[in-house]
Nanobody, 125 residues
């Protein structure tokens, strides 16, 4: 059974940092791209960042320069380091996995095969 579990969410002040983790199991994901999405109340699910099997990355313009995505296949983990957090970053963050045929698919939620349940990130000023 494939399972993705996010952790690390919580309450942080604006300007602070937070690191999200996604641990996956049930399948070898070395050939998958791993992505992070977020969804705030009343908004659509928004692409945040993704990383391919070879380590190539893609970031949304709103987080580029502040967030860093990384992966450790040996530990079955993908991380999202979030720095200089802003109130606008408040959302539920989801981890997802997709076969990495092309980076052109990474920013589209409908392309992903597996999803976690999400973890809440709240940024206060």
């Amino acid at each position: 059974q494939v399972q993705l579990v996010e952790s690390g969410g919580g309450l942080v002040q604006a300007g602070g940092s937070l690191r999200l983790s996604c641990e996956y199991s049930g399948r070898t994901f070395s050939n998958y791209a791993m992505g992070w999405f977020r969804q705030a109340p009343g908004n659509e699910r928004e692409f945040v960042a993704a990383i391919g099997r070879s380590g190539s990355t893609l970031y949304a313009g709103s987080v580029k320069g502040r967030f860093t995505i990384s992966r450790d296949n040996a530990k079955n983990t993908v991380l999202l380091q979030m720095n200089s957090l802003e109130a606008e970053d408040t959302a539920v963050y989801f981890c997802a996995a997709v076969r990495s045929y092309s980076s052109s698919t990474w920013s589209y939620p409908r392309a992903y095969d597996y999803w976690g349940q999400g973890t809440q990130v709240t940024v206060s000023s």
